[in-house]
Nanobody, 127 residues
Framework: VQLQASGGGLVQAGGSLRLSCAAS????????MAWFRQAPGKEREFVAR????????YYADSVKGRFTISRDNAKNSVYLQMKNLNAEDTAVYYC?????????????????????WGQGTQVTVSS
């Protein structure tokens, strides 16, 4: 699976951005997808995950209520709508695919459980 993330940029605090991740190869419509982010000097951290079948998704506490993950299997794409952004959201955002169909909930949050990664897209929030 090849992943290509896009949509990052510079936004003022309180603003919104929508990230996209286009997938090619593999069986996207049967693959759980996620977004992670990594700020300078910090470890990569989980942001959100969506099951292959869709649904409301799973979120890190820090973004719950502000970010929404969604997918369009017909377009082989996953999205991250981000609202009410703040400076702490500044990071490189990565989309990731989990090829293991039976990852349990507690495993969603660990980057090591994901098999494929996009190249990342920079999100910078100015205060």
């Amino acid at each position: 699976v090849q992943l290509q993330a896009s949509g990052g940029g510079l936004v003022q605090a309180g603003g919104s951005l929508r990230l996209s991740c286009a997938a090619s190869g593999g069986t996207f419509r049967r693959t759980d997808m996620a977004w992670f982010r990594q700020a300078p000097g910090k470890e990569r951290e989980f942001v959100a995950r969506i099951r292959w079948s869709g649904g409301s998704g799973y979120y890190a506490d820090s973004v719950k209520g502000r970010f929404t993950i969604s997918r369009d299997n017909a377009k082989n794409s996953v999205y991250l709508q981000m609202k009410n952004l703040n400076a702490e959201d500044t990071a490189v955002y990565y989309c990731a695919a989990d090829a293991e169909p039976f990852t349990i909930l507690s495993g969603y949050y660990y980057a090591r459980n994901y098999d494929y990664w996009g190249q990342g897209t920079q999100v910078t929030v100015s205060s």
